[in-house]
């Protein structure tokens, strides 16, 4: 093998890269909503809010985060369920969450001192220390 040879052919006992044409991975489909998903707020949501009195109704909360609004409809009537979500919405445990525009915390806020109105937690830390004083 010369290294004088001309390049206008391979030869056939030299080793050559050579690049693999790819076939481009297919692009995936845009997930479209189903009807009732997470991704709207249910009918069930928008008459749960409708029965709440006028100054705790969360529209924001609807309009904007409408999974959280779906799941506090479904769970109003639970406290056991409701109660601890409520508490996980103030709280990051997570340390990566950007947090909610002021108008959803004022409208969470409202509904969450509305909530324990209705159903008063009698078994929280906070009570079970003070009778222990």
Request: glycine share 4%.
């Amino acid at each position: 093998m010369s290294i004088y040879r001309n390049f206008d052919r391979e030869p056939s006992n030299d080793m050559h890269a050579r690049p693999i044409k790819r076939e481009e991975p297919p692009k995936p489909t845009p997930l479209t909503p189903r009807a009732g998903s997470a991704e709207n707020a249910l009918p069930v949501t928008i008459e749960w809010a409708a029965k709440l009195p006028h100054d705790v109704r969360p529209m924001a909360l609807i309009r904007g985060f409408p999974r959280i609004a779906n799941f506090m409809a479904a769970a109003w009537q639970n406290p056991a369920s409701l109660r601890p979500y409520l508490d996980e919405l103030f709280v990051d445990r997570r340390g990566d969450r950007k947090g909610f525009p002021p108008e959803v915390m004022a409208e969470l806020f409202a509904l969450r001192g509305y909530f324990e109105e209705l159903y008063p937690a009698l078994d929280r830390r906070w009570d079970q220390s003070q009778h222990h004083r």
